[in-house]
């Protein structure tokens, strides 16, 4: 694992933009499954910028949405909804460059992910609870590839999603599971801000557990934390 630590969320932001840039500019096929939320955000405004003032063949890269919450009556999920916003609208990404999963082809994902090469690099945030992508701890084995998690009205995913969208959320939330993110060539996780800094502790530094999703990303053999000094603040 190599760790990253920033003096601030516009440096960790930076870092965040290059290495996604070095990696989509590789002159070849390149995968990519970027997260949505207010982490990336300003790494996503600087990618825009940069790709205006460098030269290689953007329609190589491929990008493929790592989790999906559905909602009734939308023809996208939560998560693509946001991804269109943050990510594929402003950075001019076609859509036969987008491939989506949602409740309908979850189930086929994993073989198409490997019929198109693998995916590349995988760029993740940590929930305060450990989650990543949607692995969710009580609801995740670290054996699972894509799978499918119901969604009840009881829930507390449905009743953050209904209190904090002006959707209604749908029957289910599809996602990457570990098995399908750690068969990725390299994996990128990133988090800021002093509320994350007890679950950063955890997943680096204590126990490969389920209880603690995010921590057997440990495992992969490629994988880079990049940290703001806020968010690293509690690490030995």
């Known amino acids: 694992m190599k760790l990253l630590v920033t003096e601030n969320y516009e440096t960790l932001s ?8 070095m990696k989509w500019a590789e002159n ?14 300003r790494a996503y405004e600087i990618l825009s910028t940069r790709l205006k003032t460098v030269a290689f063949d953007q329609s190589l890269a491929h990008f493929y ?29 076609k859509e036969e460059n987008i ?11 994993d073989r198409k992910i490997a019929e198109d090469g693998g995916l590349d690099l995988v760029l993740m945030g940590i929930g305060s609870d450990g989650h990543f992508c949607g692995n969710m701890p009580e609801f995740t084995s670290f054996d699972y590839g894509v799978y499918r998690v119901p969604i009840e009205p009881e829930d507390a995913l449905y009743k953050l999603i209904d209190e904090s969208s002006p959707y209604t959320p749908g029957k289910e ?8 993110v750690l ?19 955890q997943a680096l530094e204590g126990p490969i ?17 990049i940290l703001d000094k806020a968010a690293a603040s509690q690490l030995a």
């Open 209 to 225: 557990t389920e209880d603690i999703p995010a921590s057997v990303l440990r495992l992969h053999p490629n994988l880079t934390v």
């Open 14 to 21: 930076q870092l965040t933009a290059d290495i996604i840039l």
């Open 183 to 201: 068969a990725a060539k390299e994996l990128v996780l990133i988090a800021n801000g002093e509320k994350k800094a007890a679950i950063i502790k």
């Open 65 to 93: 949405n790592f989790d999906e919450i559905t909602l009734k009556g939308q023809d996208y999920g939560l998560t693509m909804q946001a991804l269109h916003e943050e990510l594929h609208q402003p950075l001019g990404i």
């Open 99 to 109: 491939d989506v999963l949602n409740a309908e082809n979850y189930q086929t994902f």
């Open 28 to 41: 070849r096929r390149v995968n990519l499954a970027l997260t949505a939320g207010s982490s990336p955000k």
């Open 173 to 180: 939330m599809v996602t990457f599971g570990p098995q399908t």
